[in-house]
């Protein structure tokens, strides 16, 4: 089995280099090719470094990790080289299955990771057209394991599911920070430490919530006891933050939206 990643971009990177930590992919398996060589170099002890066209002629997986607007150029370079058989796969939410299908048509999955990727705790969202096999499924799935966990959607759903755990990384961070700052005006705690102690106990609450299998309003209910101070301030949150949630979710699927309507034009070209 031959992986190939095309793109060394900050998600073809990140991929190259957790694929080549497992220990049952050797370097002669896993394969990267970038329009800038020189940026590849660095890979050469780990995989083997080509273009596009012999990746995907040796290749039985094809990840393909470049911004929308070049997709369809890579996509072109590569239709008459696939290896029979072999499964494309895009991380762009932005490109549809049915534009690909344009400029070839294959077994095709689209593959959403998380930052988080990077601590092995990403939360993968996967989807495949209609050429995708069970026995294609488990394999993506095993090796996509590497990262984290893996959520199969249906393709209309891949939008709403990136915001949920690509995207949500950006969003929680945002929102702590403000949390952080505000408490800064209230403190002669340091920065440091302010950020410290609610970024602990935000890892922590979250791993409590999964181990006991907690829902939110469990939490709230334990901890913001009936007139006591922790409810003052959940139900500051509950009034005042609904609103900015719909209106973040109103702002990025818009922008989605956006995207994936410039992508369909560069097919089209």
């Known amino acids: ?54 990746l995907a002629s040796e290749c039985d997986i094809v990840f393909v990790c470049v911004r929308p607007v070049d997709m369809k150029a890579v996509l072109s370079d590569i239709s008459t080289s696939l290896k029979d058989g072999a499964l494309l796969v895009t991380l762009n939410g932005s490109i549809t299955f049915d534009m690909i299908k344009k400029v070839v048509d294959v077994k095709t999955a689209k593959v959403i990771p998380s930052l988080t990727a990077e601590i092995d705790r990403s939360q993968t969202i996967v989807c495949y057209n209609g050429l995708v096999g069970a ?63 609610v970024l602990n106990t935000m890892s922590a609450t979250g791993d409590l919530m999964l181990q006991k299998d907690l829902s939110f309003n469990d939490v709230v209910t334990r901890v913001a006891t009936k007139g006591g101070i922790t409810e003052e301030g959940t139900k500051v949150i509950y009034d005042m933050f609904p609103s900015a949630a719909d209106e973040m979710f109103n702002k990025t699927l818009e922008k989605r939206r956006l995207t994936a309507e410039k992508a369909a034009a560069s097919f089209e070209k």
């Open 1 to 54: 089995m031959k992986i190939g990643i095309i793109g060394y971009g900050s998600m073809g990177k990140m991929l190259l280099w957790k694929f080549s930590s497992n220990s049952k992919i050797a370097r002669e398996d896993l394969y990267i090719a970038n329009r800038t060589r020189e940026k590849v170099l660095e890979a050469e002890e780990i995989a083997v470094v080509c273009d596009n066209r012999t």
């Open 135 to 197: 026995d294609d499924k488990v394999i993506l799935c095993e090796l996509l394991s590497s990262i984290g966990g893996v959520i199969e959607l249906p393709e209309n759903e891949v939008g709403m599911g990136s915001e949920l755990v690509s995207c949500m990384p950006g969003f929680i961070a945002s929102i702590f920070d403000v949390i952080c700052k505000s408490a800064e005006g209230h403190t002669e705690i340091p920065k440091e430490q302010i950020v410290k102690m």
